[in-house]
């Protein structure tokens, strides 16, 4: 079998290796909740770049040999005994965590947990090879907005980074539960942000202050933000530690992430840790990492089935254009996900 492994950590664009001798899953040897999955395509993300990248950091992380990728989509060939609500055949969408030893996506065939897929529709809006880009981004966009506004209610929400994988995604979700929506992007991404239903944009591109004085201006008599989610992470000095002028009381920021620096840690660390006495802000710290979570997945599954969210893809790559497709993901300039094609289902 076909897959994209890394042998140890490194610059993941030097290091990734297209091999053919990788052991096949094993139907007789599948688990009472596991499927066995023909993948059509996996998607990748920045943290595919960035977790092998630590170098000794990423071996207390990650289990080496790895394959590359944690979003897919394809064809069930298998099921185990106790798996009763999917089908051969069905085509599902589905993530592996690779914080435990997972299988990796870039390769033909995947075993996982059936709690880690949800089944397309045969009648889905969203293209099947396009669907493999929900896992990781819509996850991402549906935990750091759900749980934290009051649906139908017109909580207005601050998603810092509006137009990459996850912020296209996550203005969606945001106005799927009735939120006002504003954004940070750039000048010519600023449409895509307004067709997703972004209601107000900050041009990062023309600001001539910090963005939390721009924010500031946003909530000036008006209701102040009931939530920031965070995507960039290279502000958080100025935007987190400014919070208590525009960010509601109790409103948390959600830190989904930025490059891995010494200074971007020491961040974090002083954000969740500094009193407000001692200058700290009021908003309490969420640092956030994906769960995987059948019923969100199948959330995310049914909108984008339904056409109510649509999948922003940048390129589809074939699968022999894996490494090229991962130096493009680590630039850090897409306008959605970028797909790569495993095979022909």
Same mark, same amino acid.
Request: one cysteine or more; aromatic letters at 6%.
């Given at each position: 079998?076909?897959?994209?492994?890394?042998?140890?950590?490194?610059?993941?664009? $030097?290091?990734?290796?297209?091999?053919?001798?990788?052991?096949?899953?094993?139907?007789?040897?599948?688990?009472?909740?596991?499927?066995?999955?023909?993948?059509?395509?996996?998607?990748?993300?920045?943290?595919?770049?960035?977790?092998?990248?630590?170098?000794?950091?990423?071996?207390?992380?990650?289990?080496?040999?790895?394959?590359?990728?944690?979003?897919?989509?394809?064809?069930?060939?298998?099921?185990?005994?106790?798996?009763?609500?999917?089908?051969?055949?069905?085509?599902?969408? =589905?993530?592996?965590?690779?914080?435990?030893?997972?299988?990796?996506?870039?390769?033909? !065939?995947?075993?996982?947990?059936?709690?880690?897929?949800?089944?397309?529709?045969?009648?889905?809006?969203?293209?099947?090879?396009?669907?493999?880009?929900?896992?990781?981004? #819509?996850?991402?966009?549906?935990?750091?907005?759900?749980?934290?506004?009051?649906?139908?209610?017109?909580?207005?929400?601050?998603?810092?980074?509006?137009?990459?994988?996850?912020?296209?995604?996550?203005?969606?979700?945001?106005?799927? @539960? =009735?939120?006002?929506?504003?954004?940070?992007?750039?000048?010519?991404?600023?449409? @895509?942000?307004?067709?997703?239903?972004?209601?107000?944009?900050?041009?990062?591109?023309?600001?001539?202050?910090?963005?939390?004085?721009?924010?500031? $201006?946003? #909530?000036?008599?008006?209701?102040?933000?009931?939530?920031?989610?965070?995507?960039?992470?290279?502000? *958080?000095?100025?935007? !987190?530690?400014?919070?208590?002028?525009?960010?509601?009381?109790?409103?948390?920021?959600?830190?989904?992430?930025?490059?891995?620096?010494?200074?971007?840690?020491?961040?974090?660390?002083?954000?969740?840790? /500094?009193?407000?006495?001692?200058?700290?802000?009021?908003?309490?710290?969420?640092? !956030?990492?994906?769960?995987? $979570?059948?019923?969100? /997945?199948?959330? @995310?599954?049914?909108?984008?089935?339904?056409?109510?969210?649509?999948?922003?893809?940048?390129?589809?790559?074939?699968?022999?254009?894996? $490494?090229?497709?991962?130096?493009?993901?680590?630039? =850090?300039?897409?306008?959605?996900?970028?797909?790569?094609?495993?095979?022909? *289902?």
């Amino acid at each position: 079998m076909k897959a994209w492994q890394l042998a140890a950590p490194g610059p993941v664009e $030097k290091t990734m290796k297209l091999r053919d001798d990788v052991p096949r899953p094993d139907p007789q040897k599948l688990g009472e909740q596991e499927v066995l999955v023909q993948v059509a395509a996996a998607s990748l993300n920045p943290s595919d770049h960035k977790l092998p990248g630590m170098g000794i950091l990423a071996r207390a992380v990650l289990h080496f040999p790895i394959t590359v990728g944690m979003d897919f989509s394809g064809k069930v060939t298998t099921v185990g005994s106790r798996v009763a609500d999917v089908r051969v055949g069905d085509w599902v969408v =589905g993530r592996v965590d690779p914080r435990v030893k997972s299988p990796g996506t870039l390769r033909e !065939y995947i075993t996982v947990d059936r709690a880690d897929v949800a089944v397309l529709p045969a009648d889905s809006a969203i293209d099947p090879v396009h669907a493999a880009g929900l896992g990781t981004a #819509a996850l991402t966009a549906y935990q750091t907005i759900a749980p934290y506004v009051r649906e139908g209610q017109g909580d207005r929400v601050f998603i810092n980074g509006g137009s990459g994988g996850v912020g296209t995604l996550g203005i969606q979700v945001a106005k799927q @539960l =009735g939120c006002h929506v504003t954004v940070t992007c750039s000048t010519a991404k600023a449409e @895509l942000c307004r067709e997703l239903g972004a209601d107000d944009i900050i041009d990062y591109k023309t600001i001539s202050g910090n963005l939390s004085d721009e924010l500031r $201006k946003k #909530a000036a008599g008006r209701a102040p933000f009931r939530l920031i989610v965070d995507n960039v992470g290279n502000t *958080l000095w100025d935007l !987190y530690f400014s919070s208590d002028d525009y960010l509601a009381e109790g409103g948390p920021y959600v830190y989904v992430g930025s490059k891995p620096s010494l200074d971007s840690l020491r961040a974090v660390l002083v954000a969740k840790l /500094l009193p407000r006495w001692l200058g700290g802000a009021r908003a309490p710290f969420v640092a !956030y990492l994906t769960e995987n $979570k059948q019923h969100d /997945l199948e959330v @995310l599954t049914r909108w984008a089935a339904e056409g109510r969210m649509k999948l922003i893809v940048d390129k589809v790559f074939e699968f022999e254009e894996a $490494k090229t497709a991962m130096e493009y993901v680590k630039k =850090g300039s897409s306008s959605g996900k970028n797909i790569v094609k495993v095979q022909e *289902l």
